[in-house]
Nanobody, 116 residues
Framework: VQLQASGGGLVQAGGSLRLSCAVSRSIFSISVMGWFRQVPGGQREFVARRTSGGVTNYADSVKGRFTISRDNAKNSVILQMSSLKPEDTAVYYC???????????WGEGTLVTVSS
């Protein structure tokens, strides 16, 4: 299983970015999809999560600003980020769990930098 994240970049505070994670399996084989982030020297932290049933959860720090969704046609997990803050600067990683095996997989990170 391969995950390819994209969409990171440099944005000013208050701006928006859309992260995408293309998955090599059918999106319908995924039970849980999520995004995490990590700053240099820090631990990887939870950002957002979506189950196959459509239930979503968000870290308090991003609630109301970030939205996780899926693009069925492109087998992708999307993280729409708005009202970005400098403290959102991090490497963002996508994560999935497969229904059949319950195994988890990580994608390579994509860097998001928010300037003040």
């Amino acid at each position: 299983v391969q995950l390819q994240a994209s969409g990171g970049g440099l944005v000013q505070a208050g701006g928006s970015l859309r992260l995408s994670c293309a998955v090599s399996r059918s999106i319908f084989s995924i039970s849980v999809m999520g995004w995490f982030r990590q700053v240099p020297g820090g631990q990887r932290e939870f950002v957002a999560r979506r189950t196959s049933g459509g239930v979503t959860n968000y870290a308090d720090s991003v609630k109301g600003r970030f939205t996780i969704s899926r693009d069925n046609a492109k087998n992708s997990v999307i993280l729409q980020m708005s009202s970005l803050k400098p403290e959102d600067t991090a490497v963002y990683y996508c994560y999935i769990e497969l229904m059949e095996s319950r195994n988890g997989y990580w994608g390579e990170g994509t860097l998001v930098t928010v300037s003040s």
